[in-house]
């Protein structure tokens, strides 16, 4: 499977974006991106994915570099309860998630 | 639309005893899937069902843990007998047919287990 790169930890204040980088430097030409995350004793939830184009929807957006060997997800105006684990992750078709350790993302009020 | 329900939410045994996790998916998911997440780790995927057959059971522990899903709805997860290191949260998910546009999987709270 193809290995993401994460930082262990991030820190944002109130209603500022969030940019949230992802190395992915062995990717494969048909390996999705995608972005899950984890609140307090929750199960994940999906933020998003892409393959090559950026992405919007309206939980985040989606930068691709244009070789495709990193991404950054961008929360526009973190709130307290995006404070969660963000997993970035590679899949082929079949969608099978590979979770890392993910990213902690503590907002400050 | 309900989520995926799992029950129950806590569960505390000894070692050497037996438990069982029951999940429900959301209503017309043909895949499910149990995962596994140790404290501090990401989840690690378990098994995963298409209906009611096994597609992976490659990193299932098959000397002590067993997974059903005998009428392709609701299934069974069930661990026998308990070790120490397995006191983790397990985590059931469900997502659409395979062949549709996007599978993405939609996870339920978890069961916590504790096994002194």
């Known amino acids: 499977d193809a290995k993401t790169t994460q930082p262990n930890s991030m820190e944002s204040n109130e209603e500022e974006p969030v940019h949230l980088p992802c190395n992915h430097s062995?990717?494969?030409?048909?390996?999705?991106i995608h972005w899950y995350r984890q609140l307090p004793s929750q199960g994940p939830e999906y933020v998003i994915h892409?393959?090559?184009s950026n992405v919007n929807n309206r939980m985040a957006s989606l930068a691709i570099a244009e070789d495709r060997k990193s991404s950054t997800l961008i929360l526009h105006r973190a709130t307290l309860r995006d404070a969660a684990v963000y997993y970035c992750i590679l899949t082929a078709n079949d969608y099978k998630l590979s979770f890392g350790a993910g990213t902690t993302v503590t907002v400050r009020a | 639309e309900a989520g995926v329900a799992q029950s129950p939410r806590y569960k505390i045994i000894e070692k050497r005893q037996s438990v069982a996790f029951w999940c429900n998916p959301i209503?017309?998911?043909?895949?499910l899937y149990w995962y596994q997440q140790i404290l501090g780790q990401g989840p690690k995927l378990l098994i995963q069902?298409?209906?009611?057959?096994?597609?992976?059971d490659s990193q299932l522990p098959k000397d002590r843990f067993s997974a059903e899903r005998l009428k392709g709805v609701d299934s069974t997860l069930k661990i026998q007998p308990a070790k120490l290191e397995d006191s983790a949260v397990y985590l059931c998910?469900?997502?659409?047919?395979?062949?549709?546009?996007?599978?993405?999987?939609?996870f339920g709270p978890g069961t916590r287990l504790t096994v002194l």
């Open positions: 998910a469900s997502s659409p047919a395979r062949g549709r546009t996007y599978n993405e999987q939609f």
């Open positions: 069902f298409q209906n009611n057959g096994v597609v992976d």
């Open positions: 892409g393959l090559t």
């Open positions: 062995t990717i494969s030409g048909t390996d999705y």
């Open positions: 209503s017309g998911h043909a895949t």
